[in-house]
């Protein structure tokens, strides 16, 4: 059961920039644990995409970018490639460490 | 290269257990926690719990609580993740997940082990 809400679906044409939220609680978010960002292409494991709220590990193009402001964050793409197409969780803890994914939101490029 | 590699797919009976493995290398096995995710078919990621690598302590998902052990083996540089009194809910791909130095955050990700519980 996730405890962080992200639109099930967004959608732009190439070189677009979309965005995808992610709303917690004071529990999580609000609390100032850091947020993540993975993307999972199609029938593979999960990639860590953006780390501690805003950074990128290595190999991440710049065209991805995160923020967070009070109990949620977002992730942006923009300039939106064919490749972008896939599923996007948001990650955080709560109060007693354990960990909460968001619930999803599936990129189409159009 | 720094890389988790898991056990093989696993078709199991309700009420029975399962025990997936994550070998990893190319790192210091200590030096890290583990996490255990899982993702049932066409659903989200649940995150399922956390063991540190370098003293054995662990964190459970509250709902899997009694259910779900977590081990590691330093010798092996081999994490387990043992699930007992498998549902058909239970069904799911399970991914193992390495914390991020500082950052908590799951850098390196095992390729994933299909568990499927039918009767």
């Known amino acids: 059961q996730s405890v962080l809400t992200q639109p099930p679906s967004v959608s732009g044409a190439p070189g677009q920039r979309v965005t995808i939220s992610c709303t917690g609680s004071s529990s999580n978010i609000g609390a100032g644990y850091d947020v993540h960002w993975y993307q999972q292409l199609p029938g593979t494991a999960p990639k860590l995409l953006i780390y501690?709220?805003?950074n990128r590990p290595s190999g991440v193009p710049d065209r991805f970018s995160g923020s967070k402001s009070g109990t949620s964050a977002s992730l942006a793409i923009t300039g939106l490639q064919a490749e972008d197409e896939a599923d996007y969780y948001c990650q955080s803890y709560d109060s007693s460490l354990r960990g909460v994914f968001g619930t999803g939101t599936k990129v189409t490029v159009l | 290269q720094v890389q988790l590699v898991q056990s093989g797919a696993e078709v199991k009976k309700p009420g029975a257990s399962v025990k997936v493995s994550c070998k990893a290398s190319g790192y210091t096995f200590t030096s890290y926690g583990i996490s255990w995710v899982r993702q049932a078919p066409g659903q989200g990621l649940e995150w399922m719990g956390w063991?540190?690598?370098?003293?054995?302590?662990?964190n459970y998902a509250q709902k899997l609580q009694g259910r779900v052990t977590m081990t590691t083996d330093t010798s092996t540089s081999t994490a387990y993740m043992e699930l007992r009194s498998l549902r058909s809910d239970d069904t799911a791909v399970y991914y193992c997940a390495r914390d991020g130095p500082a950052t908590y955050a799951f850098d390196i990700w095992g390729q994933g082990t299909m568990v499927t519980v039918s009767s």
């Open positions: 501690g709220n805003s």
């Open positions: 063991i540190s690598a370098y003293n054995g302590n662990t």
